[in-house]
């Protein structure tokens, strides 16, 4: 399934995140060679007050980010009661701070966009996102191989959130979401630098 999803994440990030994630039976066609669409992902805003200043890309982008976000949270706040490794507990400590505040800048943004408050990524298991069965496997494990499963699943997401922003950063419109955008490139790459040293 993931490895389907993966697929359709591709074409979505090579439309540069103007039509959302597939939702159903994802497709694996070659992306087109014709222009991005301009039609508005699933939810996407209507042209009304401040909410014509979002472009699809922007509304795209939140949705996405506040879904990955979402699944990563359980994985940072299990640290403490899985590994004692003190320089894991910093860091868990530090990267589930800055992912709740991004989350609920992504939610704040959300709704001044007008797009409804559901997911719709719910059920999706696409790159980046720690599944439920994952949470399982790390729930049954502890020290360095929690560590070690954990710091997979972080880089996993890491790398993809770094991936959508910085597609959001050159693509999305409105100055406060890609604003965010830009932290979020600037502090994902910081937070991967600090993984490699958790697990060389």
Known sequence: MRTLVSASMSLFLAALLVTACATGSPTTNAPSTAAPSTAGPPGSVSPSGSASLFSPTDVAWLQLTVAMNERLLPVLDMVPSRTTDPAWQTFAARLGTAHRADLSTARRLLAKSGAPATNPHEGHD?????????????????????????????????????????????????????????EVVRAGDAELTRLDRLNP
């Open 126 to 182: 696409m790159p980046g996102m720690v599944t439920e069965q994952e949470l399982t496997t790390l729930r049954s494990v502890t020290g360095v191989a929690f560590q070690r499963l954990a710091g997979q699943h972080v880089r996993a997401h890491l790398q993809q959130a770094v991936r959508i922003a910085t597609a959001e950063q050159r693509n999305g419109v409105y100055p406060a979401t890609t604003a965010v955008a830009t």
